[in-house]
T-cell receptor
């Protein structure tokens, strides 16, 4: 199956700093989602981005499908940004369903 | 919109008990729902794909007799962990893709993201 690697695995930043999280995947995909998992385990949809760049407030994402990677940018970090960030490429399974494969995650800690 | 409700949020029970977890799409219909499991400090792993009106499809290594899935309506899928043991303790999360398009509303809309429930923490003593 598809392999999904995220980097860095852990990131500790001061409040106000900017960061770039990377997601590499080993095969072609139909789409890709970025999620933020908060300390309570809730998964928050951030972006649904098969290619190109999207922006939502302090966050933006870029997917270059032909080169099999996606980037998540977080600017002016806040303590509420802490948590684990997952990318999840989406492909058609052998059964004809679309399925997500979650990456290894980046654990982000923002220090006040 | 696109809210997925999962119940219960927490379960603590004795070894050998069977536990049922519900996943409901509150404001949309879904022919396809997904069940994931997440162990502490690990990523989410897909367990099975739940298909309304037909059998679920399980990922390699997931015991279908252990994890029973029923998707009897377009808004509800259930996961039953049968005869649970401590090694089944985990965080279980469901997701759903809304039905699409005007042409065939029975097909999940591949232009929509998967929407996730808030998860169920299962602890088996």
């Amino acid at each position: 199956g598809i392999q999904v690697e995220q980097s860095p695995p852990d990131l500790i930043l001061q409040e106000g700093a900017n960061s770039t999280l990377r997601c590499n995947f080993s095969d072609s995909v139909n789409n890709l989602q970025w999620f933020h998992q908060n300390p309570w385990g809730q998964l928050i949809n951030l972006f649904y981005i098969p290619s190109g760049t999207k922006q939502n407030g302090r966050l933006s994402a870029t997917t270059v499908a032909t080169e099999r990677y996606s980037l998540l940018y977080i600017s002016s970090s806040q303590t509420t940004d802490s948590g684990v960030y997952f990318c999840a490429p989406r492909r058609i399974s052998n059964f004809g369903n679309e399925k997500l494969t979650f990456g290894t995650g980046t654990r982000l800690t923002i220090i006040p | 919109g696109a809210v997925v409700s999962q119940h219960p949020s927490w379960v603590i029970c004795k070894s050998g008990t069977s536990v049922k977890i519900e996943c409901r799409s509150l404001d949309f219909q879904a022919t396809t729902m997904f069940w994931y499991r997440q162990f502490p400090k690990q990523s989410l792993m897909l367990m099975a794909t739940s298909n309304e009106g037909s059998k679920a499809t399980y990922e390699q290594g997931v015991e279908k007799d252990k994890f029973l899935i029923n998707h009897a309506s377009l808004t509800l899928s259930t996961l039953t962990v049968t005869s649970a043991h401590p090694e089944d303790s985990s965080f279980y999360i469901c997701s759903a893709i809304p039905l699409g398009g005007a042409i065939d509303r029975r097909i999940s809309d591949s232009n929509q993201p998967q929407h996730f429930g808030d998860g169920t923490r299962l602890s088996i003593l």
